[in-house]
C-alpha cells in the first residue's frame, strides 16, 4: 500500500472513532488554532496571544480571539503569566489536549500497524 493509503486510513480512523475531548465545534473551528499552540509548545516556545492574532492565515484576529477564547472555555488551553510578566499571556495546551493527541497518536499507530509494508 502506498502513503497515501496509509493517510486515508488513519483519517477514516479518526473519523470514525469519537474523538476523544473534542466536540465537533472545537474540530470545525478552533482545530488548526489549537494545532498550532501545540506545535509552539512542542518547541518549547508558548505562542502569545498577541501572536496568536497575528495568525491571519487561519483567521481574522477578531474571529482568532473568539476562538482562543473557546478552546479557553473547553478546557483546552490556558491563558498564564510566565516569570511575573503580568503584560504577555503564554497559551499553553491542558490534559484535556494531551489526551486528544494521545488519542490521535494511538489511531495513527493502529493505521501504520494495519499497513506494515507501507512504512519504511
Known amino acids: ?38 506545535i509552539a509548545d512542542a518547541h518549547g516556545k508558548n505562542l502569545t496571544v498577541t501572536q496568536a492574532m497575528r495568525l491571519i492565515d487561519i483567521a481574522s484576529p477578531s474571529t482568532l480571539h473568539r476562538r482562543l ?5 473547553e478546557a483546552l488551553i490556558a491563558m498564564v503569566y510566565h516569570e511575573g510578566n503580568r503584560r504577555t499571556k503564554f497559551l499553553v495546551p491542558l490534559l484535556k489536549t ?10 495513527m499507530l493502529a493505521s501504520v500497524d494495519a499497513h506494515p509494508t507501507t512504512v519504511q
Open 1 to 38: 500500500m502506498s502513503h497515501q493509503s496509509l493517510y486515508i486510513d488513519f483519517l477514516i480512523r479518526a473519523e470514525a472513532k469519537s474523538v476523544h475531548g473534542l466536540s465537533e465545534k472545537t474540530k470545525a473551528e478552533s482545530q488548526h488554532l489549537l494545532d498550532r499552540i501545540v
Open 69 to 73: 477564547g473557546f478552546l479557553q472555555s
Open 98 to 107: 494531551q489526551q486528544y493527541l494521545a488519542h490521535m497518536g494511538r489511531l
